[in-house]
Structures are given as C-alpha cells and as structure tokens.
T-cell receptor, first 117, second 116 residues
Framework: AQSVTQPDIHITVSEGASLELRCNYS??????LFWYVQSPGQGLQLLLK??????LVQGIKGFEAEFKRSQSSFNLRKPSVHWSDAAEYFC???????????????FGKGTKLSVKP | ETGVTQTPRHLVMGMTNKKSLKCEQH?????MYWYKQSAKKPLELMFV???????ENNSVPSRFSPECPNSSHLFLHLHTLQPEDSALYLC???????????????FGEGSWLTVV
C-alpha cells in the first residue's frame, strides 16, 4: 500500500536560514506528489506538485521540491525562511495510473515548522 | 480565500445530538471530498463525490452521513458521535478528473468538531 513518511515531527530554524523538510514515499509505480501547508486554524494550501517532467518543482512562497526516484523522496526546500513560514507542512502522494480514486491522497503525518527570530 | 467555504468553523456537540457540517465551493468544480484530521493521525479521506454521486467511502462509520445535493454543496450529517470523533473536518473540491488530469484539490479551512 502507498504510504508517506515525514521523519521530522517538529523542526525549528532561524529566520533567514535555509530549510529542508523531508518526505519519503512508498509506491511502486509513478507517484504524483504534493506538498501542502497548513497555518494554525486554517485549511490546507497547495505549495507545489509533481506529476512528471522536470524533477525540480517550483512552488508558491519561494518553495521548491525535488523528486528523486532512486531515493523515493520529495523533499521541500526554501533558501531563506521567513517568520510567516511557521506552519505545519504535509507531504502527500496519490498513485498515478492505477485507477485509484481521484481523491485518494495519502498524507504524511506532517512536520511542524517553528521559526525563531 | 480558497473558494471553498465551510460552516460552522467550530462545533461542540453532545453524543446524542444531531448536527451537520456544510461546505460550499465557488470554483465551478464537480468533485467534492470530506477529510478528517485527527491530532495523532494523518489526514484521512472519508467520502468522495463526483458529479453529485458518491464514488468512494473509506469504511466510515454510519454515524457520519454525507449528502451532496448539487455540485456546489456538500454536507456531513453527524449523529450519535463518540468523543474520538473530535477532529478537524476538511472539505475539498476539484474538477472531475482529479489528479490524472493534473487538477488540484482545493481545501476549505475546516470545521473543528468537539464531541463531549
């Protein structure tokens, strides 16, 4: 079965520092991969997605992610973190081409990001 | 503002109550979803409606009853819930074809449910 692992439950970085949030997925076929962000008390907002093509994907708010098939990873990065980036980040995968439900996103448990001044 | 509006934002209900969560999307989508977000579990898909017909029910207890009267509205009717049902319930929508067409799911801000 598909699964998503976000090994870091909570990360704290200083404002202006670089950020990398890890995501590993388990799925045999080509995955469709997503990163969502959830600010406190809010719903989920899509940061970026990977379907095919260039393995380095640019998203909103200065985020990017790189798909590495050999490592089954889709890590999220940002070169310089802002205080407003403090939120919870969710990696998600949906199987591509197996006829699964169009809504069957499999989410990781999330990584909470804290930003210190 | 994502175009998906959920009401109420917060709900406290007793185990014998009957209440409903409402979701409305203003994006012209024709697929809608209910997700459950608990404190210690990943987000879980509960129901999927496409073209107003239920296409997936991930073994959700019958005390949760969805209703999709049209492509813009989705309800989650709640009755005789348990304290462990306390969670954030997220509604989402997409254009039919979902991921395989490259379409994105848009989420609402959620309804916080507390069962006492």
């Amino acid at each position: 079965a598909q699964s998503v692992t976000q090994p870091d439950i909570h990360i704290t970085v200083s404002e202006g520092a670089s950020l990398e949030l890890r995501c590993n997925y388990s799925y045999g076929a080509t995955p469709y991969l997503f990163w969502y962000v959830q600010s406190p008390g809010q719903g989920l907002q899509l940061l970026l997605k990977y379907f095919s093509g260039d393995t380095l994907v640019q998203g909103i708010k200065g985020f990017e992610a790189e798909f590495k098939r050999s490592q089954s990873s889709f890590n999220l990065r940002k070169p310089s973190v802002h205080w407003s980036d403090a939120a919870e980040y969710f990696c998600a995968v949906v199987s591509g081409g197996d006829g699964g439900s169009q809504g069957n996103l499999i989410f990781g448990k999330g990584t909470k990001l804290s930003v210190k001044p | 503002e994502t175009g998906v509006t959920q009401t109420p934002r917060h709900l406290v209900m007793g185990m014998t109550n009957k209440k409903s969560l409402k979701c409305e999307q203003h994006l012209g989508h024709n697929a809608m979803y209910w997700y459950k977000q608990s404190a210690k579990k990943p987000l879980e898909l509960m129901f999927v409606y496409s073209l107003e017909e239920r296409v997936e029910n991930n073994s959700v207890p019958s005390r949760f009853s969805p209703e999709c009267p049209n492509s813009s509205h989705l309800f989650l009717h709640l009755h005789t819930l348990q304290p462990e049902d306390s969670a954030l319930y997220l509604c989402a929508s997409s254009q039919d074809g979902g991921f395989y067409s490259g379409n994105t799911i848009y989420f609402g801000e959620g309804s916080w449910l507390t069962v006492v």
